[in-house]
């Protein structure tokens, strides 16, 4: 299922513009008590319920800090802003204020194919020392990178499908050894 690849990385792309054209009315989610992310597979997991649940501030928690500053980055660039507006669209981002849950989780939930994200299983694929791990989605088979922040794994995102140089190399299978 390369297909989810595809669409997470240009759900990236799609989802930049903070306003829509003509923006959706949406139902106000209530707050959820989403668990914290104790496990790397958990991250994962627990990001893609956030976003099926309309929880867009713990979504936003559940990104690490370096998908959070690429995806702000984005924005910014797109939208032109000043420096004071940046910081006011982090704050934007970390209260889920109604502009972006019209314009950016709006768009990134239909970019990124959210339905196919929530039928997959996370499992550990890979742990890169005590705070760097990688997880695998099945049956899509693909690869997601997860790190540990202030006390909780967190989903790197953009890290994973905007960063190839920082992919690490899968282990070779046990057929591959021989």
Do not use: C
């Amino acid at each position: 299922m390369r297909h989810l690849v595809m669409i997470a990385s240009l759900g990236l792309l799609l989802a930049a513009p903070v306003q829509a054209q003509q923006p959706p009315v949406l139902p106000q989610a209530a707050p959820t008590a989403t668990p914290m992310a104790q496990k790397p597979e958990d991250a994962a997991r627990l990001f893609f319920l956030a976003i099926h649940q309309l929880d867009y501030s713990r979504a936003w928690q559940l990104l690490t800090q370096g998908s959070q500053a690429r995806f702000l980055k984005i924005v910014a660039e797109t939208e032109a802003l000043t420096p004071a507006e940046q910081e006011s669209l982090r704050k934007a981002f970390e209260q889920a204020d109604i502009e972006l849950q019209r314009g950016f989780w709006t768009s990134f939930r239909r970019s990124i194919g959210l339905s196919d994200w929530l039928k997959q299983t996370f499992t550990l694929d890979q742990q890169q020392g005590a705070d760097v791990a990688w997880i695998k989605a099945m049956p899509a088979n693909i690869r997601l990178q997860v790190r540990r922040e202030n006390q909780e794994w967190r989903i790197a995102y953009t890290e994973t499908f905007l960063d190839a140089a920082a992919r690490p190399k899968p282990s070779p299978s046990p057929q591959e050894k021989r």
